[in-house]
């Protein structure tokens, strides 16, 4: 397990708008990792715009609460990230509410993995959604992250599909 080198106290809080821009840096590692593992060429350009793209939402969402999104800091470093982005959506019978909550864009830079960071953010995420009545927590889990949401109790929803188009 690494540890942190210079005392510096692990902290873990929700993220404010100056913490945008490593956010979006997160979010477009998170995705040259998995295209990394699956053997997928990274497109520079393509991921420029997907931070920018980031960038746009976060700053819009923040300001509504519509997106809220952790950080664990060792002293002035941000070093894991991730969000929840709250929707309106139907109700459904176990659910009458509206709101459901999408946990999206959790990263651990290379050299603070096997910490509990993602996990601290998930937990963070799922209370947060607890706290405010939220019922429904989703996520896209990538190969990699999957053990861990599965650990904090996250099922595979077999009757999900998905159209890209």
């Given at each position: 397990?690494?540890?942190?080198t210079d005392n510096s106290?692990?902290?873990?809080?929700?993220?404010?708008?100056?913490?945008?821009?490593?956010?979006?840096?997160?979010?477009?590692?998170?995705?040259?990792?998995?295209?990394?593992?699956?053997?997928?060429?990274?497109?520079p350009s393509g991921l420029?715009?997907?931070?920018?793209?980031?960038?746009?939402?976060?700053?819009?969402?923040?300001?509504?609460?519509?997106?809220?999104?952790?950080?664990?800091?060792?002293?002035?470093?941000?070093?894991?990230?991730?969000?929840?982005?709250?929707?309106?959506?139907?109700?459904?019978?176990?659910?009458?509410?509206?709101?459901?909550?999408?946990?999206?864009?959790?990263?651990?830079?290379?050299?603070?993995?096997?910490?509990?960071?993602?996990?601290?953010?998930?937990?963070?995420?799922?209370?947060?959604?607890?706290?405010?009545?939220?019922?429904?927590?989703?996520?896209?889990?990538?190969?990699?992250?999957?053990?861990?949401?599965?650990?904090?109790?996250?099922?595979?929803?077999?009757?999900?599909?998905?159209l890209l188009q």
């Amino acid at each position: 397990m690494n540890e942190p080198t210079d005392n510096s106290e692990i902290c873990i809080r929700v993220a404010t708008p100056h913490d945008i821009p490593v956010l979006a840096q997160h979010h477009r590692m998170m995705f040259e990792e998995i295209w990394e593992r699956k053997g997928i060429p990274a497109d520079p350009s393509g991921l420029a715009s997907l931070e920018k793209e980031y960038i746009k939402k976060l700053t819009t969402e923040f300001k509504y609460g519509t997106c809220i999104s952790w950080v664990v800091q060792i002293g002035d470093q941000i070093v894991s990230s991730g969000a929840i982005s709250i929707v309106l959506y139907v109700p459904v019978p176990h659910d009458l509410s509206l709101r459901v909550a999408f946990l999206h864009s959790i990263y651990t830079e290379k050299e603070h993995r096997n910490q509990h960071h993602a996990q601290s953010i998930t937990q963070e995420a799922a209370n947060y959604c607890r706290s405010q009545g939220i019922k429904r927590l989703y996520l896209f889990a990538s190969d990699a992250g999957r053990p861990l949401y599965e650990n904090i109790g996250f099922e595979p929803v077999p009757n999900m599909m998905l159209l890209l188009q």
